[in-house]
């Protein structure tokens, strides 16, 4: 290769990103202005990096310490510049971080969108291509960029007009940082207007803490003589627009919700407002202030666990990290925010955030805020906890085998589907379940299954239904997990229906159980019958108390691995014990009393093997072995319609 084509390349961008360009392009998002905002936010972000990397390299400064974002605009030639003196970006980071958009997720982004011009607008915040917005008002977008520490030769120029490819060229740069030129569209030249971007800048920017600079605007009535005048001779004097005082450092009385939402969509890049948000200032032993936000709609990588997550640190104002993982659990990694504390050194390092004491009580104190500000949500605002629940509820669910602390806590956030339910949404919590358990009744009763269909008409939940007892219904890949560590609520104990023997304690009255007794007695010999002919398929055969309208049901072990929770594991790859189920009968179903009757051994065994394989079916498990079911049961519909 020589020198020139090292020096300029023209390459392509990645498939799923000229499709997002075109997007772009078409004006998907519904409010424009919101281009700006979005690079300010970028700027803003490298401007962070250089400080933190000039904690422990101050020569990155150089001779320019006064860190600032700056816009130039020109109404002739139709162009917005955004420059910035920040952290800058080397050749090959410009090819990674311009050359593709949103690594992980942008085809399934794509199936995503609706052809809904507003909702697809909303769909593009959760994968971070803030810079292509730039798209939407520009038909050429030039990028000149040089890295801190570096040469003035190794600055770089990337250009593209959002078509299939971009170029990318070695270039000169007399300081570090990175300048954005924006040229418009010919029907987007309002842009380039003092006045306009001077508004957009304070409405959605004003909370960046870093100046943005502009043109200091000429002051009405002055000498305009005197003022041409010196045009020429002297430079242009720049001001700050916005207020350059970082949000989280004022008091909540001042700050108005507008600008934690702006606040929220600045450190997220989310477009949607956050749910909720919790503003508070530690003092004492500790000190540091936290700013905590809900987002509105679940990122598309929020169930990859490794995924970049955690909130923005800063010490002393000073930004950083900004992903600090450290400071909330798993389960709560949807929460966005910052933590800015005066505790913590400068130099602090993810290792450090490990193993200092410190952060240990801030978790639990960040922690239980996130709790608690979801519980007043669920209290005071039932629909937004229920936007909330549809989308990070199944990540809430992983909190009790996480958390042991807060188990209790959180177990009130949680909602199930139950037969009291009116659809098929999750709007129970278990304290309302409590609140409404029959006299008597000392548990709650939960069945999982593959889906809510199967869960909702599970044989297990006959007498239930009968006798009036509610009963949860999950459906939740997580849900069956979930129980094995949540044991109890309130003082009453979970209860799985399709394990062990069921005992309904004082919910059976003396005549229910004198009854159970007697069916018990009287087909005692077809119990020892169908023992006999099934072997080792079952664990043991009786007669049940749970069945109504079913002939027959599997029951696993009190302490055996649910039937839902092995498919999980066995989808998995993983070794799952083997466990062998409980065949339970109802002596007064139909097709059991033929059973009963039925003299020829090998009739009864291929009548009762149906009744296994369907009690299998309708749990929700696989057969293994289809085709003999299919078999058996073609021979017996035969036999009858002989």
């Known amino acids: 290769m020589t020198a020139e084509t090292a020096a300029k390349q023209t390459m392509g961008f990645q498939t799923e990103a000229k499709q997002l360009l075109q997007l772009m392009i078409h004006s998907l998002y519904s409010n424009k202005e919101i281009f700006l905002r979005e690079l300010i936010s970028n700027a803003s972000d490298a401007v962070d990096k250089l400080r933190f990397e000039a904690l422990s390299d101050s020569s990155l400064y150089g001779d320019d310490s006064e860190l600032k974002i700056q816009i130039d605009f020109d109404e002739e030639a139709k162009t917005i510049t955004i420059a910035d003196n920040g952290i800058g970006m080397s050749r090959d980071e410009v090819i990674t971080n311009l050359g593709t958009i949103a690594k992980s997720g942008t085809a399934q982004f794509l199936e995503s969108l609706t052809g809904d011009q507003k909702k697809d607008s909303q769909l593009i915040g959760q994968f971070g291509v803030g810079f292509y917005s730039a798209f939407i008002v520009a038909d050429k977008v030039s990028v000149l960029t040089r890295r801190a520490g570096t040469a003035i030769n190794e600055a770089t120029v990337w250009e593209s007009a959002g078509e299939a490819d971009f170029t990318i060229e070695d270039a000169e740069k007399d300081s570090r940082g990175t300048t954005i030129t924006l040229h418009l569209k010919s029907d987007e030249a309002e842009f380039a207007n003092a006045y306009r971007l001077r508004s957009i800048i304070k409405k959605y920017s004003d909370h960046i803490s870093i100046p943005v600079m502009m043109v200091k605007q000429e002051i009405p009535g002055a000498d ?43 450190i997220s890049h989310d477009f949607e407002d956050p749910l909720a948000w919790s503003h508070n200032k530690v003092e004492g032993k500790l000190e540091y202030t936290s700013l905590l936000y809900l987002p509105g709609r679940a990122p598309f990588d929020m169930w990859q666990r490794d995924a970049a997550r955690g909130l923005k640190l800063y010490v002393q104002r000073t930004f950083i990290l900004d992903d600090a993982e450290q400071f909330l659990p798993l389960y709560l990694r949807f929460v966005k925010g910052v933590i800015d504390s005066n505790d913590l050194p400068l130099n602090v390092s993810r290792e450090i955030l490990q193993n200092d004491p410190n952060i240990d009580s801030i978790r639990n104190a960040v922690t239980k805020r996130v709790l608690d500000t979801l519980e ?26 996480e958390d042991f602390n807060n188990k209790e806590k959180i177990a009130g956030l949680l909602r199930f589907t139950t037969t009291h339910s009116e659809g098929e949404d999750q709007d129970q919590s278990l304290a309302q379940y409590v609140e409404r358990m029959k006299k008597g009744q000392d548990k709650i009763y939960y069945i999982a299954g593959e889906n809510l269909t199967t869960a909702k008409n599970s044989p297990h939940l006959e007498v239930f239904r009968k006798k009036g007892i509610e009963v949860l219904l999950l459906h939740d890949r997580v849900d ?23 005992d309904l304690g004082e919910l059976d009255n003396e005549d229910d159980k004198k009854a159970q007794q007697e069916l018990s007695e009287k087909h005692s010999g077809l119990v020892e019958r169908a023992k006999e002919a099934l072997g080792d398929e079952v664990k043991e055969v009786r007669i049940t108390n749970r069945l109504t ?60 093997s149906v009744l296994v394989d369907q009690a299998r079916l309708a749990e929700g498990s696989q057969l293994k072995d289809p085709a003999s079911f299919v078999a058996r049961l073609n021979r017996l519909l035969l036999e009858l319609t002989d």
């Open 224 to 266: 305009e003589d005197e003022e041409k005048k010196d045009d020429a001779e002297k430079a242009p004097e720049y001001e700050a627009i916005n207020a350059a005082t970082a949000l989280w450092t004022r008091s909540r009385k001042d700050v108005s919700d507008d600008e934690y939402k702006e606040f929220y969509k600045h």
């Open 376 to 401: 007043k949500m669920s209290k005071n605002d039932a629909e937004k906890y229920a936007r909330f629940w549809k989308e990070f509820g199944q990540v809430l669910k992983e909190g009790p085998a």
């Open 480 to 502: 069956d997990w979930l129980m094995g560590h949540m044991m109890e609520f309130d003082g009453k104990q979970l209860q799985d229906v399709a394990k062990g023997e069921l």
């Open 549 to 608: 309208d079913s002939p027959a049901c599997l029951v696993v072990g009190e302490h055996d691995m649910g039937a839902q929770m092995q498919r999980i594991l066995e989808a998995a790859g993983q070794q799952v014990p083997e466990t062998t189920p409980t065949l339970e009968l109802n002596p007064e179903h139909a097709l059991v009393s033929k059973l009963d009757s039925e003299a020829d051994e090998d009739r009864f065994k291929e009548l009762l």
